[in-house]
């Protein structure tokens, strides 16, 4: 991803890995039989999560590339990482697509995460190493 | 943080996609054709494919086209559900149609799922052909619609928070109208035998998990939550 001239940039898609570093209301509208219960609200475009053993959920807000995690022992959210260089866009389909987690997650503490991003030669130097074989890090 | 895999350039619309790690402890990765239907066919494009990786990126050498090549299953339009059936190790992947068919597939390594530069929502061919003639003997879809839904996530109740029916059905959101269906599989769980939306919410569905003992989980663009039962 170097070899692109100084100001070449584009948008690739990525499959992204990052450690981990830790570890109702009332619902809507109703149908037959079922109803939602809200875990929370007023978060900003949830559109990939996965749900941890414990019960955390980890979302991806898909126009900001933050991940965040909504603790369910404390009913609140925090702050997980934050994939820069986010391209995102509702009308493209765009931004942070898909966040999973390890299958034996938290033993082994690894998020993965797939995203649209820009990416220019000296930030994929940078932050990401190589593209198909970079060793994943424990942040 | 660190790149495992970077694909082609994204684009303008049908950007996809999902992950999820099958029971084989591999990674499958599910990108959309960027708005360019002929290269859901080519096998060198990551585009339009489901794709399987090691977890730490590399190209697992037993993949079907070749020890270099991350693709798995090809002929995907734009997908934004992918999940494994805990039944029985199975991947199914939910497939967004054009202005028409939108399908849910049973994903088969090797096989072509048929969307390509020959779709139309014209007849003949008699749907779901029309949107899956592409490629070698191309895979149709094990449940689809004519009228797209915006078919969103897809996930496998796996417990009986949702009642005894649904144990083992499969849910899935739309996009379109809010809702949330469920799927029942034939005995074998190689085929959808029936379908009904159970679930009317008040914003479009984006998401849908399962997590075993907890029950079915979604999305929307404002928050998260959980079906329960009335």
Redesign the interface.
């Known amino acids: 991803?170097v070899r692109g001239s100084r100001s070449r940039r584009?948008?690739?898609?990525?499959?992204?890995?990052?450690a981990a570093l830790l570890a109702g209301l009332p619902?809507?509208?109703?149908?037959?039989?079922?109803?939602?219960?809200?875990?929370?609200?007023?978060?900003?475009?949830?559109?990939?999560?996965?749900?941890a053993?414990n019960?955390d959920?980890f979302?991806g807000e898909r126009l900001s590339g933050e991940i965040r995690v909504?603790v369910r022992d404390r009913d609140r959210t925090r702050w997980f990482?934050h994939?820069r260089k986010v391209?995102s866009s509702l009308?493209?389909?765009?931004g942070l697509?898909?966040?999973?987690l390890?299958?034996a997650y938290p033993d082994v503490p690894?998020v993965?995460?797939?995203a649209?991003r820009r990416?220019s030669g000296s930030v994929?130097r940078r932050?990401?190493?190589?593209?198909?074989?970079?060793?994943?890090?424990r942040? | 943080?660190?790149?495992?895999?970077?694909?082609?350039?994204?684009?303008?619309?049908?950007?996809?996609?999902?992950?999820?790690?099958g029971d084989d402890?591999m990674?499958y990765?599910v990108?959309?054709e960027r708005h360019s239907a002929g290269l859901a066919q080519k096998l060198k494009s990551?585009l339009g494919k489901v794709l399987r990786?090691e977890?730490?990126?590399?190209?697992p050498s037993d993949n079907p086209f070749g020890r270099r090549n991350p693709a798995y299953a090809y002929g995907i339009r734009?997908s934004?559900g992918m999940a494994v059936d805990p039944m029985t190790g199975a991947l199914w992947e939910t497939d967004n149609g054009p202005e028409c068919n939108d399908e849910i597939n049973r994903i088969i390594a090797g096989r072509g799922y048929g969307w390509g530069s020959h779709a139309t929502c014209s007849t003949p061919p008699s749907p779901p052909r029309n949107t899956n003639q592409d490629g070698e003997r191309p895979r149709l879809p094990e449940w689809w619609v004519r009228t797209p839904i915006g078919i969103t996530g897809l996930a496998f109740c796996s417990d009986r928070r949702?009642?005894h029916r649904s144990e083992g059905a499969m849910i899935f959101g739309d996009f379109n109208f809010n809702?949330?269906h469920r799927a029942f599989l034939s005995s074998n769980r190689r085929t959808i035998e029936a379908e009904s939306?159970?679930?009317?919410?008040?914003?479009r569905v984006?998401?849908v998990?399962?997590?075993s003992g907890?029950g079915i989980?979604?999305?929307d663009?404002?928050?998260?939550?959980?079906?329960?039962?009335?």
């Open positions: 991803m584009w948008t690739a898609v990525s499959v992204l890995a990052c619902g809507p509208a109703q149908a037959k039989g079922f109803r939602a219960r809200t875990l929370i609200k007023g978060i900003e475009h949830p559109a990939t999560f996965d749900v053993p019960g959920i979302y909504y990482f994939i391209v009308t493209s389909g765009t697509l898909a966040v999973t390890d299958p690894y993965y995460a797939l649209t990416v994929g932050c990401c190493g190589s593209p198909t074989t970079g060793a994943r890090e942040r | 943080m660190t790149v495992l895999f970077r694909g082609a350039s994204a684009g303008s619309q049908h950007n996809g996609g999902k992950i999820v790690f402890g990674l990765v990108i959309g990551a990786l977890p730490d990126g590399d190209v734009n934004f949702l009642g809702r949330i939306a159970i679930f009317t919410h008040v914003r984006l998401s998990e399962a997590e907890r989980f979604f999305s663009s404002k928050g998260l939550y959980r079906l329960v039962p009335k």
